[in-house]
T-cell receptor, first 114, second 112 residues
Framework: DTAVSQTPKYLVTQMGNDKSIKCEQN?????MYWYKQDSKKFLKIMFS???????INETVPNRFSPKSPDKAHLNLHINSLELGDSAVYFC?????????????FGQGTRLTVV | GENVEQHPSTLSVQEGDSAVIKCTYSDSASNYFPWYKQELGKRPQLIID?????GEKKDQRIAVTLNKTAKHFSLHITETQPEDSAVYFC???????????FGTGTSLTVIP
């Protein structure tokens, strides 16, 4: 069983389009995240959701919106895609048990905007 | 927010030698420090972690040390092997809501 799964794995789209990336975790974790990894490999936190409440939103354009229908899902919707949005997007989840614990990552979605 | 710095950005070692990667953090409230390994085209995966109440932790060829006073922690890999070649990330978290802040990564190459 895949702990954290995200779809699609690859996404090629034109500038100006709207797209979504889906993420699901079967670990029963309370917190889910989206990270963006650019060409320099830097992992930058975009959002985290804890019990369906947004608890962190780093300086991300409002074209990006996380949507969590339930605790096991955190989808990422992107409006009006731009060339600079091209990157690998990782979903992750973790559970706080007496303190922070390991974050488990999905396999990543490589987004290419042309 | 937390600021995590990581050095070096690239590291090449001969097989069998040791590799050391260092990180510093800014927020004294951070109390959990994981290290992730990311192979090319793969997801980051945890290799070792340490909490603020521990100074050192070892798992076979991998060890992590933490100096809370100086706010720095390091990853030590001994007897390196070609399969250790990857990008390594350090991270820091305060635990509340589990925000993880990552360092900029170290690309390790082990030369056979």
């Amino acid at each position: 069983d895949t702990a954290v799964s995200q779809t699609p794995k690859y996404l090629v789209t034109q500038m100006g389009n709207d797209k979504s990336i889906k993420c699901e975790q079967n670990l029963g974790h309370d917190t889910m995240y989206w990270y963006k990894q650019d060409s320099k490999k830097f992992l930058k936190i975009m959002f985290s959701y804890n019990n369906k409440e947004l608890i962190i939103n780093e300086t991300v354009p409002n074209r990006f919106s996380p949507k969590s229908p339930d605790k096991a899902h955190l989808n990422l919707h992107i409006n009006s895609l731009e060339l600079g949005d091209s990157a690998v997007y990782f979903c992750a989840s973790s559970q706080e048990v007496g303190g922070a614990t390991e974050a488990f990552f999905g396999q990543g979605t490589r987004l290419t905007v042309v | 927010g937390e600021n995590v710095e990581q050095h070096p950005s690239t590291l090449s070692v001969q097989e069998g030698d040791s590799a050391v990667i260092k990180c510093t953090y800014s927020d004294s409230a951070s109390n959990y420090f994981p290290w992730y390994k990311q192979e090319l085209g793969k997801r980051p995966q945890l290799i070792i972690d340490i909490r603020s109440n521990v100074g050192e932790k070892k798992d076979q060829r991998i060890a992590v040390t933490l100096n809370k006073t100086a706010k720095h922690f390091s990853l030590h890999i001994t007897e390196t092997q070609p399969e250790d070649s990857a990008v390594y990330f350090c991270a820091a978290s305060k635990g509340t809501g589990n925000q993880f802040y990552f360092g900029t990564g170290t690309s390790l190459t082990v030369i056979p």
